[in-house]
């Protein structure tokens, strides 16, 4: 049995194979989209798009979730296309035994779908969203390991469909924090915010903390990225003799491991030549973010830097 | 009309990556316009093609003739390039080192040799007319480690009546001494710096086991101070999905270099070689774009050495072609990467022998080196990449040929998908046409070869 929409997906692939047709590419969310361009305009390099022919992102291969090289056999033909007409991530075929990408010289069609409706096509409204702000927690809040915090990010609806009440955030890469994972975020009408929080704890190591988690549409599609990112620094001064970087700022002072990137606005000061050890050399850094004390520091013209052993 | 030739038709999810490599043509089609195009490379003419696709093709300029593949290199040795790897020793102890630099006996290049090697190539300039010859210092250790002959070398080189570039590789741990005399007398400069302190410190550390980041930071802000323009040539290691973007991010946010050249690194122990797997190379290619992305952000160049398609060559590297690379046992070798006899390429890419005062070519040897490249390439003439990666390194493409499970290995598809991913991103920046023209860094640099 075949439903509707993928009747009506068969016969516009099929149109779409019927006459030969030009695409424009955009990079979008981390999908390719192809749009289809009248080709007068595209000769020109002007942006008309023809109504409909949105292609969406392929299936996530299961190795990476990243749309790829459709993968062809060394038969010679051009291999079928594979893609649905809706931008979602309906799973679509993908390639299995003994892939290559050997592109073919030689032409067999492969048998397509004919139709003889006229090539009309509907374009498809696609969720969207952008991020708007982090409410709490903005990039590069210094913290204490083990302190609780909630980030809260806010997302705006730009698209003009519903994202539907199953619409979550899920936690994708970098450090979770003992965040719960998917948060629900629920319906969002177009053109309205939400804001999306989650309880998180920052982690016991000192330095630079970063988290990346996602807006899902439904649950399933892929839209933006969020992120929270902190630095752990103790509330404690440098040992004498020890390596590492003091940061200050608003009466607070706490420190970092030598090489870590300086939060925005904290001013420092460092140990963290790294030999002789003997040599004491706390002063005052450049803070170009990286705190490596450079300057006139004299630790560093005995000599045998590049020889250590 | 002439018929359209070299064309590749590359899938790419449900639609076709028109692709005319030697025009520096490509855009993308459904299927009906593959096969309009591949009808039109088997010469149907454009009388019975006919319609506004045609009119599209012929106003793209697909319709034109291809440009004349690139040049083959002269099969003739006559490097004006010395390329010295100087010495073994080392005072990092990367953990995918596969010199295993550092570690062993101590070999270094005797001044003498590198004499030889400075001589034999000066000679070679003055004989082909060139304005200018050029001395390498390069790896398998640090070559700072061999200082005292680096200066010479140099001082050497620098004393003969021609110009000399003198270049080099390092992995940027110096003193403030030979950051002063490396700012006044190289003209190239590479360095070698995997990213964020996490990263660096983690694969580049000191024998002692520190870490190498501050030291090297503060060797590229002092080259960013100086406003030099070097390189910084990164090795990514797993997870590349979470590292590499955000180790290429580092850099293009703390430092001022414009090129980043990264290699993927697949072997889990120091002095291994090893090819990637049929999942790992899929992930170095997912890393690669997204970190690709983001250079070109930052208006900043990355490269891949395997994925090259703005680059026509005949050769992956002019290594063996045209450079007279000596290592410190004074063998003459075809790749940077054979240091010494332990490496399973070494008999094949030892062709000659440097001494004290002559340079021995085996010209037997180095033709069955040069037949060797030529049978590698043999598989690729149905390859859309064929003018890109030309074959691919020979040494890299040893080892990943042993995952190879089709004959085709995995190191081959990551580089067929990096391209072609390139390419969709050319074309996108192009909109929608790519004509050749670089999205990233302005115009095209047809010349680079590594």
């Given at each position: 049995m075949i439903d509707d929409n993928n009747d009506k997906e068969s016969q516009e692939q099929g149109q779409t194979d019927e006459k030969p047709q030009v695409y424009a590419v955009q990079k979008d969310l981390g999908c390719w989209r192809f749009q289809r361009r009248n080709f007068l305009t595209a000769a020109v390099y002007s942006a008309v798009v023809a109504a409909g022919a949105l292609a969406g992102c392929e299936a996530p291969s299961a190795v990476t979730g990243t749309p790829r090289l459709t993968e062809t056999s060394t038969a010679k033909n051009i291999p079928a296309p594979t893609s649905t007409h809706a931008p979602t991530s309906t799973p679509t075929a993908t390639a299995t035994a003994t892939p290559t990408l050997t592109p073919t010289k030689t032409r067999t069609p492969t048998p397509t779908a004919t139709v003889t409706s006229s090539p009309t096509a509907t374009p498809v409204p696609i969720p969207q969203a952008a991020f708007v702000s982090d409410v709490t927690i903005p990039d590069g809040t210094v913290m204490s390991p083990g302190q609780k915090f909630t980030k809260t990010w806010r997302i705006k609806n730009v698209g003009t469909i519903n994202l539907g009440a199953k619409t979550d955030s899920v936690f994708e890469s970098g450090e979770q924090m003992g965040g719960t994972s998917p948060v629900s975020v629920g319906e969002v009408t177009p053109n309205s915010t939400a804001d999306i929080s989650v309880g998180l704890t920052a982690p016991a190591g000192v330095g630079k903390h970063a988290g990346q988690w996602r807006l899902r549409a439904n649950g399933s599609v892929s839209l933006i990225p969020m992120t929270?990112?902190?630095?752990?620094?103790?509330?404690?001064?440098?040992?004498?003799?020890?390596?590492?970087?003091?940061?200050?700022?608003?009466?607070?002072?706490?420190?970092?491991?030598?090489?870590?990137?300086?939060?925005?606005?904290?001013?420092?000061?460092?140990?963290?030549?790294?030999?002789?050890?003997?040599?004491?050399?706390?002063?005052?850094?450049?803070?170009?973010?990286?705190?490596?004390?450079?300057?006139?520091?004299?630790?560093?013209?005995?000599?045998?830097?590049?020889?250590?052993? | 009309m002439e018929a359209v030739k070299n064309l590749f038709v590359i899938p790419f999810q449900d639609k076709f990556i028109i692709y005319r490599p030697l025009l520096r043509l490509a855009f993308v089609g459904n299927q009906a316009m593959a096969q309009l195009a591949l009808r039109l490379s088997?010469?149907?003419?454009?009388?019975?093609?006919?319609?506004?696709?045609?009119?599209?093709?012929?106003?793209?300029?697909?319709?034109?003739?291809?440009?004349?593949?690139?040049?083959?290199?002269?099969?003739?040795?006559?490097?004006?390039?010395?390329?010295?790897?100087?010495?073994?020793?080392?005072?990092?102890?990367?953990?995918?080192?596969?010199?295993?630099?550092?570690?062993?006996?101590?070999?270094?290049?005797?001044?003498?040799?590198?004499?030889?090697?400075?001589?034999?190539?000066?000679?070679?300039?003055?004989?082909?007319?060139?304005?200018?010859?050029?001395?390498?210092?390069?790896g398998g250790g640090e070559p700072v480690q061999a200082w005292s002959l680096m200066l010479r070398a140099t001082e050497y080189a620098r004393s003969k009546p021609l110009p000399c570039r003198v270049a080099m590789v390092s992995n940027g741990v110096w003193s403030p001494r030979q950051r002063e005399w490396i700012l006044k007398n190289v003209d190239e400069l590479s360095i070698s710096f995997d990213g964020m302190p996490g990263t660096q410190n983690a694969q580049?550390?000191?024998?002692?086991?520190?870490?190498?980041?501050?030291?090297?930071?503060?060797?590229?802000?002092?080259?960013?101070?100086?406003?030099?323009?070097?390189?910084?040539?990164?090795?990514?290691?797993?997870?590349?999905?979470?590292?590499?973007?955000?180790?290429?991010?580092?850099?293009?946010?703390?430092?001022?270099?414009?090129?980043?050249?990264?290699?993927?690194?697949?072997?889990?122990?120091?002095?291994?070689?090893?090819?990637?797997?049929?999942?790992?190379?899929?992930?170095?290619?997912?890393?690669?774009?997204?970190?690709?992305?983001?250079?070109?952000?930052?208006?900043?160049?990355?490269?891949?050495?395997?994925?090259?398609?703005?680059?026509?060559?005949?050769?992956?590297?002019?290594?063996?072609?045209?450079?007279?690379?000596?290592?410190?046992?004074?063998?003459?070798?075809?790749?940077?990467?054979?240091?010494?006899?332990?490496?399973?390429?070494?008999?094949?890419?030892?062709?000659?022998?440097?001494?004290?005062?002559?340079?021995?070519?085996?010209?037997?040897?180095?033709?069955?080196?040069?037949?060797?490249?030529?049978?590698?390439?043999?598989?690729?003439?149905?390859?859309?990449?064929?003018?890109?990666?030309?074959?691919?390194?020979?040494?890299?493409?040893?080892?990943?040929?042993?995952?190879?499970?089709?004959?085709?290995?995995?190191?081959?598809?990551?580089?067929?998908?990096?391209?072609?991913?390139?390419?969709?991103?050319?074309i996108a920046a192009g909109d929608g046409v790519w004509h050749g023209q670089n999205a990233c860094m302005g115009e095209m640099q047809l010349t680079r070869v590594f």
């Open positions: 929270v990112e902190i630095f752990v620094a103790l509330q404690e001064s440098i040992a004498p003799g020890k390596e590492g970087v003091t940061i200050q700022l608003e009466g607070r002072t706490m420190t970092l491991p030598c090489g870590s990137p300086i939060p925005a606005g904290w001013v420092c000061s460092c140990n963290c030549v790294t030999a002789p050890k003997a040599c004491s050399c706390d002063r005052v850094c450049t803070c170009d973010r990286v705190c490596s004390c450079d300057g006139n520091c004299t630790c560093n013209s005995v000599g045998h830097y590049w020889h250590p052993n | 088997d010469g149907e003419t454009a009388s019975t093609a006919g319609g506004e696709a045609m009119r599209f093709l012929e106003e793209i300029g697909f319709m034109a003739p291809d440009q004349a593949p690139p040049a083959h290199l002269d099969q003739q040795f006559q490097p004006a390039n010395a390329v010295l790897l100087t010495t073994n020793q080392c005072n990092l102890r990367c953990t995918y080192c596969y010199a295993n630099g550092g570690l062993g006996s101590l070999r270094e290049l005797p001044f003498d040799i590198a004499r030889t090697a400075i001589d034999y190539v000066y000679q070679n300039a003055i004989d082909l007319g060139l304005p200018s010859y050029s001395v390498t210092f390069h580049r550390p000191f024998a002692s086991g520190h870490g190498s980041s501050v030291a090297v930071m503060k060797t590229l802000r002092a080259l960013d101070q100086a406003g030099l323009h070097y390189g910084i040539r990164m090795t990514a290691i797993a997870p590349w999905n979470t590292q590499l973007p955000a180790d290429v991010s580092f850099i293009c946010h703390e430092t001022g270099c414009q090129s980043i050249q990264v290699e993927p690194a697949f072997n889990t122990q120091r002095g291994q070689h090893q090819g990637p797997t049929e999942p790992e190379s899929m992930v170095f290619a997912d890393a690669f774009m997204d970190a690709f992305e983001i250079a070109c952000q930052s208006h900043r160049e990355l490269v891949y050495s395997g994925a090259r398609p703005w680059l026509l060559a005949t050769t992956f590297c002019t290594a063996p072609h045209n450079a007279l690379i000596v290592n410190p046992l004074g063998k003459m070798v075809g790749c940077y990467e054979i240091t010494n006899d332990a490496h399973p390429l070494a008999e094949l890419s030892t062709f000659g022998n440097v001494d004290n005062s002559r340079v021995a070519v085996d010209n037997a040897r180095r033709n069955a080196l040069l037949a060797h490249l030529d049978e590698g390439k043999a598989a690729c003439h149905d390859c859309f990449c064929q003018w890109h990666c030309a074959g691919d390194c020979y040494t890299r493409a040893y080892f990943g040929a042993l995952n190879a499970t089709d004959g085709v290995s995995p190191r081959c598809r990551m580089n067929r998908e990096i391209t072609a991913r390139m390419l969709l991103w050319y």
